[in-house]
Structure formats: C-alpha cells, structure tokens
C-alpha cells in the first residue's frame, strides 16, 4: 500500500468515527443514572459502545475505500483478478473481535453479578402489580400508590401480579424487570439522587396499559424517616424547596405541559399558557382552577383530552405549601 491510500484510509476511519461519536454523545440516549446499579449499567453500555464506534470506523473506511479505489471503469466488463484467501488477515480478524466480546463479556458479567448484591439490610419494598395500577407495601405493612425510597441505601424490590405479566422499570434506576403471575422476581437498587421519577409499565398489559404509570420518589434519608414513621405517613414533598418552578420541574409537570415560564414543551396535556380563558370556561377563579386540576384532574377535563392521563397521585405527593405556591406560580406566569 502506498503512503497516500494508507491516509485516505485514515481519514474515511476518521470521519466515520467522528459522526459515529457525536451521534452517541450529542443525544441524550440514557438518562442521568440514578442508581448505583445504573452507573454500572451505563458504563458497560458505553464500555461496549466504544469498541462498537471503533470497529465500525475500520469497516466503514475499508468499505469505502474498495467502493472508491477498486470501482470498475464504465463498460469494463471484464471478471477481476482472481484471489486468494489471507491467512494472516483471516487470523487477525478473528482474534481481535474474539477477545473485544469476551471483555464485554466479562464487564457484564460483573456488572450483573454486582448488581444482584442486595447487602445485608435492605429495605424490601413489595411491588405489587395487577391492570393497572401499582401498589408499593413496606415492612410495617402499609401500603401506598407511591414508591418513596430514601437515598444512597439499599432497596430490594419484590415484583408479584395479581392478574397478567407487567413490568417494573423506572429508566433512571436502570434495573428492570417483569412481574409475572405464580413467580417471585426482584431487583435491587441503590438509589443516589433524591428527586421523582416516573415508574413506568412495560410490558403490554391490557387496554390500560399505556396508562399504568406511577411515581418513584427519592427522598434523603431523613426525609424518609420522617415519612415512614409518622402515624399516618404523611405524603413526603415530591420536590425539595417549596418554590413553585422547582415543584414545577421536579413533579414532571413538563413531560407533558408546555409552560413557556418554565421553559417547557410536553405535548400531552393542554397548554399552560393560557389558563385564564379555561378558568373562565370551567367558571371558577384562576387559583381554585388550577388547584383543583392538580389535585383532581378528572374533575374539569379539558375539551379534547382523556380521562386518567394526567396522574391523580398528586394530591398525597405534593404537600400543602407546595401545592400553594406551584399555584401561585402558575397563576403569576400564565395569560
Ligand atoms: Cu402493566
């Protein structure tokens, strides 16, 4: 090979490893990890998404380069020269994938076999599933619509169902699994940043299934305590801080809201840009309007939207005070 094809090499494996990385690193195809186990996880996706973006630059250059270099002249017709095999090549290429997928191999080993660690106090929730709802039952027996965690301690997850096969997966928690009628499956998590998160059904389920969502909530471990200890388990704050764009943000109104002070633009609710007009349609103030739409969705559904999309579990996951100035919020940034 001459010097300048060894470069044109080059620069196809360069160009095509460059647009491979930028289509893996500019979109955001893993949310932010919220578990240890899904630090795990990510790292051995992005351990086998390196070796992948590397073999793919060798195989795209050589491709284009036989494209390019060995195309045939128009109206050459002729068969091209016969050739042998390369033993040497055929070795080569054998070897170096041979021992990439038994390095992936082996990290994901680990990482399975770490992650099924449950330790030697953790705190097992039941999650008990049935169309289409979920149920989360704690040690001292209640059981509440709401999975709260506190942080940075070990949680095991019992998965059960009432009727069909389900699944329990929170994205940001990485571990997932399916809840299957007459088998106990479990996964653990450690969960490493307070927040909320959605819980989410995978496995079609019925007619409701798309509808079978509910709320992870990642408390400090204080903040945990206090909640599981008082007598009647007071709701625990979905957010942290009590200022309305934060609630905003932190209860996953912007999924699916567009709310232009908030910067958001979910698209399956309506709008929040204009309440007043729907206040007076529903004829009521502006503030027990919208009030009444978070704690009770169903109540004034509005013109062209179902029933049930919008989670009715925010009366018991946003406290008083937060309910009050996520509405004062609304109502000062809304038309
Ligand atoms: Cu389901």
């Given at each position: 090979m001459t010097r300048g094809s060894i470069f044109k090499l080059l620069a196809y494996a360069v160009v095509a490893g460059a647009v491979t990385t930028a289509v893996a690193v500019?979109?955001?195809?893993?949310?932010?990890?919220?578990?240890?186990?899904?630090?795990?996880?990510?790292?051995?996706?992005?351990?086998?998404?390196?070796?992948?973006?590397?073999?793919?630059?060798?195989?795209?250059?050589?491709?284009?380069?036989?494209?390019?270099?060995?195309?045939?002249?128009?109206?050459?017709?002729?068969?091209?020269?016969?050739?042998?095999?390369?033993?040497?090549?055929?070795i080569i290429w054998t070897a170096i994938p041979t021992v990439l997928v038994v390095a992936i191999t082996i990290v994901a080993a680990i990482v399975i076999h770490d992650n099924g660690k449950a330790g030697a106090n953790p705190l097992v929730v039941k999650v008990i599933t049935q169309q289409f709802t979920y149920q989360f039952e704690y040690p001292n027996g209640k059981t509440y619509d709401i999975l709260r965690l506190p942080k940075d301690r070990n949680v095991k997850l019992d998965l059960s169902s009432k009727d069909v096969i389900h699944s329990f997966w929170v994205p940001a928690f990485g571990e997932k699994s399916d809840a299957v009628p007459g088998i106990s499956t479990s996964i653990v998590i450690t969960p490493t940043r307070t927040g909320y998160y959605?819980?989410?059904?995978?496995?079609?389920?019925?007619?409701?299934?798309?509808?079978?969502?509910?709320?992870?909530?990642?408390?400090?471990?204080?903040?945990?305590?206090?909640?599981?200890?008082?007598?009647?388990?007071?709701?625990?704050?979905?957010?942290?801080?009590?200022?309305?764009?934060?609630?905003?943000?932190?209860?996953?109104?912007?999924?699916?809201?567009?709310?232009?002070?908030?910067?958001?633009?979910?698209?399956?609710?309506?709008?929040?840009d204009n309440l007043s007009s729907a206040a007076a349609k529903a004829g009521q103030s502006l503030d027990d309007f919208i009030s009444s739409s978070i704690t009770d969705p169903d109540s004034s559904l509005a013109a062209g939207y179902a029933k049930g999309v919008m989670p009715s579990t925010y009366k018991t996951s946003i406290s008083g005070t937060q309910l009050d100035s996520l509405v004062k919020y609304l109502a000062e940034n809304t038309k």
């Open positions: 500019l979109i955001p195809w893993l949310p932010t990890a919220a578990t240890r186990q899904a630090d795990r996880m990510w790292f051995s996706i992005w351990f086998a998404e390196i070796i992948a973006i590397v073999v793919f630059a060798v195989v795209a250059a050589v491709l284009v380069y036989c494209v390019v270099e060995f195309r045939a002249k128009p109206g050459d017709l002729s068969d091209g020269p016969p050739t042998h095999g390369h033993t040497m090549l055929e959605p819980v989410i059904c995978t496995q079609l389920c019925g007619l409701g299934h798309a509808l079978m969502r509910s709320e992870a909530i990642v408390l400090e471990q204080a903040a945990f305590d206090t909640w599981y200890t008082s007598a009647d388990a007071a709701p625990a704050p979905a957010a942290g801080g009590d200022d309305g764009k934060t609630i905003y943000t932190t209860a996953g109104c912007g999924a699916c809201h567009t709310f232009t002070a908030a910067g958001s633009a979910g698209k399956i609710g309506p709008s929040l």
